[in-house]
Every structure is written in C-alpha cells, then in structure tokens.
C-alpha cells in the first residue's frame, strides 16, 4: 500500500465521518407541536390564507373544544409548520405521530395527503384510542420549513373535541414512543378483558357451587361487568346502528361495576342495609334507562351528570371500606381500602381529562394532561387482584381451617376407636368374668341340688328307715320295698342330674322303669307325650321337680289306689304345661289316707316350679294335675357340675 492510496482511503473514512456527524446534527430529537393553528371549515382541503386567514387562531396543545354546533357542519382543521431536514434523504425515514385522534381525520404535509384515519359515517361509527404513525414519503419532505395541516373527523353533540400533541420526526425515533402508548391503551386493556372474564368464571363457579358466599357472587359480577366495560379501549368501529345499544351498555357496565363494588364493600364490612343496597341498583339502572329515553343525541350529557354522580357512591365505598379497617384491625382488610382510593382517585382523573382537563392541569404536570390517559382501568385492576386477593386468602385460610378440623376429626376418630377398643377389651373380659360366674354359680347349684336330693329324699328315707329297723317295726318286706324306693330316687336323680342326658332322655327312662313296675303289679300303663319346645330345655332342677311329683303320684296309685289302669299325660294347654295322672282306683279313701306329707311334698314341688297342683279322688278314681305357666318354667342347660 502506497503513502497516496493510504492518505486517499483516511480523506474517505474522515469524510463519511463529517457526513454521519452532519446526518445527526440533522436528525435532531422529534419536533412537538405545542401550538397550531386550528379553523373551522367545511373544505375538504387544507384552507388556504388566502380565504381565511383571519379564521386561523393559534392554540395551545393538547386541547379541549366543546362542540355546540350541529355535528359535522363545520370540520377543524389544524396547522403548523416544523423544521424538515437540511438534505431530504430517501433512506431515512420521517413518520407523525397522534397519541389519539378519536374520531378520525386525514394528515396533509405540504398541501399533500400523507395518511388518513377513517371517519365516522352514516353507516360506521368510530373511536379511536390508539394511536396513529403516519409515514411521511420522502417525496413529500423537503429541506427547510414543512408544513402540516391536520383535519379531524366530526365530534357528537355535546361532546368535547379533543386534539393532541402532534410529533413528527424520524420513524425510528417516534414508533417506540407509538408503540408504548398501543401497548398501554390497547394491548393491556385486552389483557385486562381475558383476564377478567377469566377471574369471573373462576369466582362464579365458586359462587355457583357455594350461594352463601355472596362476596365471591359479587366479585364475578364486577369482574364481569369490568371486562365488557374495558371493550371501549378494543373496539374501534361498529356498525352505527350498533353504536348507541354498545353505549347503553357500556355505560350500565361502568356504573354496575361500581355499585356492585359498593355493595361488595357493604358486606365485607359486615353492614346489611337493603334499602341503601336497593338504592344503589336504582341508580345503576338510571343511567342506561336516562340514556335510553334521551337518545344518541344526549349520550354527553348523561355521561356527564351520570358519571359524576358515581364518584361520590366511590368516595363512599372509601370510607366504608376505611371504617371496616378500623374495627376488623388486620392487615388483610387494609388491602381494600388501599385499592378502592387507588381506584376512586383514578376515576375522577378520568372523569376530569374526558371532561374537564383544565381542573386537572392545577394538579398534574401539562405533559401529563396532554397524553389523555385514562387509568381507571388500572385502578379497577388493582382493585380486583386486590379483592381477589383477599377472597383467596379467605378461601386459604377456609382449607386450613378444615385441614385443622379434619386433623383434629382424625384425632378424635383415633381417640374413639382407642376408647372403644378398651371397651370391647373390658366388656370381653368382663364377659368372661360373668361367663366364669355363671359356671361357677351352676356348679354350686348342681351341688345344691344333688346335696339337697340326697338330703331331703334319699337320706331321709335311708335315715327313717334305719330308725324303725333298730326300733324292729319292719318287716323285711317293708325293708326290702324301702331298699326299691330308695334305688328308685336314686335312679331318678342320677338320670336326670348325669352329664350328656337331657329332659326327653330322662323322661324316656322314667316311664319305661314305671310301666314294668305296672305291668309286674297288674296294672296297666298308658302314657302320651306332647310337649312344647321349651319343655325339653327344662334346667335340670325343673326337670328332677317335674318326674319327682309324677313319681309320687304313681307310687301312690301302686301303694293305694288299687287300680287297673293308670293313665301319665304330658301335654302343653294353652300357656301353660300340664301333667296328669289319673287311675281308676278306689278314690277319695285313698286320697284322705295319703292326704299327709305325699300330696304335701308334690304341692311343694309344684310351687317351687311356679305352678299349682290340683288332686281329685272320687269313686272313678284319682286325678292328679300340675299346671305350670309356660312363662315361669326355668328353662336353659345347666353345666354340669364338674
């Protein structure tokens, strides 16, 4: 490389330099108007000085001109001019921007159409939030001094024309700005709207699900309401037959929203005031009724007289929300009241930069006042995440309080199955105990009762006649039938009280025995047997107290009666058991004869089975019945005496 190319290529690189530092200094920071000129003409081009120029009047942006002409008789037409760059360059870009042109229009530079925004038109109605980058064609610029001349579309009757701050500069410089204005007046009020819906469905399931928490009824409507309420930032035209309904409504969702924030703030506070909740809805429906009756024409001024009466119906919701804090003290309950002021103080920012942005320039700074951002969307947001919120935390703390009822339920199952598993273990033990009792007490029956056979019957009797054997007064006939009837009560006893014999096996033996000993003394037997079912489960005490009275009634019809035939009938009458013996002997003699301890010790027997023993002896013989109610026969197998 020679020292003259290298020099050469230097000259070059410092040249572009030169030229790229020229460019910026060029390319200074976008131009806003703060001032234009603003006309009222019916020209569909940009009026000329010559026809008017004492029209023009020069005005201060952003600005607000109530409209009290017939709508679309006169059009406004602004104006100014802006310093263009020193050498147009086709590569770069140049754009204008308008934060918002809500009813449309057209942008002229330099007597030429750059860009148009639609209008509004007898079959289309328009509202544009958004704002609008106009690229300016690089044929349209030129160096020096450029004009603009900006015509917007028809304001409605009684409605306030508002025009902004115009921008214009490079596109890579404004677009950004464009761009973050899109974002925060239509992209993030759509998000809003999904979100709501959203929130709503969630909480009005839950409000379907449980209708006595009206606090989460009341929280889906209003986020409901609030979401179709938010479509005003999303849609842009409607068929303008539509227009005045989607007004109607979107005014009944503003104020509907707000009284249901009332009513939500009521309950949350504990106050239950129907009238003053009754009251509320009158004026929710006032509203769209009011606009309804008034027509198109009157939108403005019901928004207007409306809209402000439901700043102080917020400024209420305030307090009560201010006064719940005061007597609920938790940080919870501060949450509302934070966002309800949030949202109160961010609606009557809107109301007053829709309405009246002179009041609002006293407290906000101009280039805040110029943007004409609304942010009662924001504070209603915050408003219901804030809500939300707090019915979540209820929600929470309502599972935790069940999980702690469940531990302390499972706790308590536990407690009661351990107090009936003792139980069980103490009445199984005790059932053992009374079990052990039982035999113990059956056992010591059972010896009772052979003690008392042996005692009373066969030792008595061995006793007795072992007195009149020493005195000499028996005969060895009389000792010998002694001996028979002591073997006889013997046997009685050991067939009725031997294990594994019960009533029916004892009373087969008993009448067997007895019809030998009639049949050897020519006499003879009959016997029948019908016995209801609990007459086999006689205790064996009953059983040995039943064959001992037919015992001795048989004894006697063998030792007295002198009988032919003797009849034993075993059978239930009625409720009652009954056994008879009967012969055909010689009667009352013998009944008289033996009137003394014989008959004394059947009726005793019969009383201790709680019946009742009726002897009849005439010349046909004797009768002897037992009669025992079926309910006081004991009954049950005894244990055997071990």
């Not at 639609?118 to 450029?146: I, K, Q, Y």
């Not at 009685?492 to 031997?498: N, P, Q, R």
């Not at 050897?520 to 006689?538: C, H, K």
Request: contains cysteine; neutral net charge; aromatic residues 8%.
């Amino acid at each position: 490389m020679t020292l003259a190319f290298a020099r050469t290529r230097l000259l070059r690189l410092l040249a572009m330099v030169a030229l790229c530092l020229g460019a910026a200094g060029a390319w200074s920071a976008p131009f806003e108007f703060r001032q234009m000129q603003r006309t009222q003409s019916a020209e569909l081009l940009p009026p000329g000085d010559a026809g008017g120029d004492a029209a023009w009047v020069t005005v201060t942006l952003p600005e607000a001109l109530e409209q009290d002409g017939a709508p679309g008789a006169q059009r406004t037409w602004y104006r100014g001019e802006f310093e263009g760059p020193d050498h147009v360059d086709p590569r770069v870009q140049w754009a204008l921007c308008l934060p918002f042109l809500y009813e449309g229009g057209e942008i002229w530079v330099n007597g030429a159409l750059a860009g148009s925004v639609p209008e509004s038109t007898p079959e289309l109605r328009v509202r544009w939030e958004r704002p609008h980058l106009v690229t300016l064609p690089a044929g349209l610029l030129r160096p020096g001094v450029n004009q603009v001349a900006i015509r917007t579309g028809a304001v409605p009757p009684g409605a306030i024309h508002h025009f902004p701050r115009v921008l214009v500069g490079l596109e890579a410089e404004i677009r950004p700005r464009a761009d973050r204005r899109t974002f925060w007046v239509r992209s993030l009020p759509q998000v809003t709207i999904v979100v709501c819906w959203l929130m709503a469905g969630f909480v009005l399931f839950i409000y379907w699900r449980r209708r006595t928490e009206k606090l989460y009824g009341l929280l889906g409507l209003a986020c409901a309401l609030w979401g179709v309420r938010t479509l005003t930032f999303v849609i842009e035209r409607m068929p303008a037959d539509s227009w005045f309904l989607w007004r109607i409504t979107y005014l009944g969702a503003t104020g509907g929203f707000i009284v249901v924030m009332a009513m939500f703030a009521m309950r949350f506070a504990g106050l239950d005031k129907p009238w003053a909740e009754r009251a509320l809805l009158v004026y929710w429906i006032a509203g769209p009724l009011w606009l309804l009756w008034a027509g198109p024409n009157g939108e403005a001024a019901v928004n207007r007289v409306w809209s402000a009466g439901l700043i102080p119906i917020g400024i209420g919701i305030l307090l009560l929300a201010g006064w719940a804090v005061w007597r609920q003290r938790t940080v919870a309950a501060v949450i509302m009241p934070t966002t309800l002021a949030v949202a109160v103080l961010t609606g009557m920012h809107d109301y007053l930069v829709a309405w009246d942005n002179g009041a609002l320039s006293h407290f906000l700074p101009g280039w805040w006042v110029g943007q004409r951002i609304f942010l009662l969307h924001f504070g209603a947001d915050l408003v219901l995440f804030g809500l939300g919120g707090l019915l979540t935390a209820r929600f929470l703390d309502a599972l935790s309080g069940m999980e702690r009822a469940n531990t302390s339920l499972a706790d308590l199952n536990e407690t009661l199955e351990d107090r009936v598993a003792q139980r069980e273990r103490f009445l199984a033990e005790n059932y053992e105990r009374m079990a052990e009792l039982q035999r113990s007490n059956a056992a010591a029956q059972e010896r009772e009762l052979i003690m008392r056979e042996i005692h009373d019957g066969l030792g008595s009797r061995l006793f007795t006649s072992l007195l009149r054997v020493e005195r000499g007064d028996m005969t060895h006939g009389q000792i010998a039938q002694m001996l028979r009837d002591c073997i006889a009560d013997m046997r009685l006893a050991l067939e009725v009280l031997a294990p594994g014999d019960d009533f029916q096996s004892a009373l087969g033996n008993f009448l067997f025995r007895w019809q030998s000993l009639m049949q050897d003394a020519q006499v003879t037997p009959g016997w029948s047997v019908d016995l209801p079912e609990p007459a086999f489960r006689l205790s064996r005490q009953s059983a040995l107290q039943l064959l001992r009275i037919a015992q001795e009634a048989l004894t006697n019809v063998l030792k007295h009666a002198k009988a032919r035939n003797v009849r034993v009938d075993l059978r239930q009458s009625g409720d009652s058991l009954e056994l008879e013996v009967s012969d055909d002997g010689q009667g009352s003699n013998a009944v008289r004869h033996r009137a003394g301890r014989g008959i004394g010790n059947m009726q005793a027997r019969a009383r201790q089975l709680g019946g009742e023993l009726d002897v009849r002896s005439g010349a046909g013989g004797t009768r002897v019945v037992l009669r025992i109610p079926l309910s006081r026969i004991p009954s049950g197998v005894e244990p055997l005496l071990a």
